[in-house]
């Protein structure tokens, strides 16, 4: 398994501004990656952290708005930037598990959350 | 790209009652995942399922592989009323990517 620790947990911010979340995994990890869960609704992919080269952005998401880090395979930053009200959400930093066997199993784990709510 | 339902969309219960929800998928997966979100709180992994007609258990909980490699389903065993949350299936395409579709969840409610 895997222990994720993401910060800071919740934020309240004014619009135009630009808020860093940190995740922190317990171990290395090959896969990283960014959701966004807006209110009462399901997981969205941002995008897959890549170690060492730019991130792979989903469709909709874009690196102006969502700029991303990960510097180390246990370490990474998503950025919002120029924040609106419809930005707010949850961001959950998750990773994936890739087992080494023919069916090819993994697992996936998820950070306890950033909630962001924008004014 | 492949899609996945999942049902039913809420449940309303009492303590003690059996519950029982599922996901289907307009692919064959090779991987079913079950998570539990609690509010304001990330997905925890429930049970992850590798093999067609896989039965896995943990604790009141029992998920299974449909045969078909399209299909799982949870089944939560006298419910009690720290099970509210919402559950969300998830599942990998044979041969796909490692990034799993997301069922859009399933909402339960215990009342005491």
């Known amino acids: 398994s895997a222990v994720i620790s993401q910060k800071p947990s919740r934020d309240i911010c004014q619009r135009g501004t630009s808020l860093t979340i940190q995740c922190q995994v317990d171990?290395?990890?090959?896969?990283m990656f960014w959701y966004r869960q807006q209110p009462g609704q399901s997981l969205t992919l941002i995008a897959t952290?890549?170690?060492?080269?730019?991130?792979?952005?989903e469709s909709g998401f874009v690196i102006d708005k969502f700029p991303i880090s990960r510097p180390n395979l246990t370490f990474s930053t998503l950025t919002v930037s120029n924040m609106s009200p419809e930005d707010s959400s949850i961001y959950l930093c998750?990773?994936?598990?890739?087992?080494?066997?023919?069916?090819?199993?993994?697992?996936?784990?998820f950070g306890p959350g950033t909630r962001l709510t924008v004014l | 790209g492949q899609q996945l339902n999942q049902s039913p969309q809420s449940m309303f219960i009492q303590e003690g009652e059996d519950v029982s929800m599922n996901c289907t998928s307009s692919?064959?997966?090779?991987?079913w995942l079950w998570y539990k979100q609690d509010p304001g709180e990330g997905p925890v992994l429930l049970i992850a399922l590798y093999k067609a007609g896989e039965l896995t258990s943990n604790g009141r909980l029992t998920a299974q592989f449909g045969i078909t490699r399209k299909d799982s389903f949870l089944n939560i065993s006298a419910s009690i009323p720290s099970d509210v949350g919402i559950y969300f299936c998830a599942g990998r395409v044979q041969g796909g990517s490692y990034i799993p579709t997301f069922g859009r969840g399933t909402s339960l409610i215990v009342h005491p």
């Open positions: 998750s990773v994936a598990l890739i087992r080494d066997s023919p069916e090819g199993a993994d697992t996936q784990y």
């Open positions: 692919s064959i997966f090779n991987t």
């Open positions: 952290a890549n170690q060492g080269s730019e991130a792979t952005y």
């Open positions: 171990s290395q990890v090959t896969m």
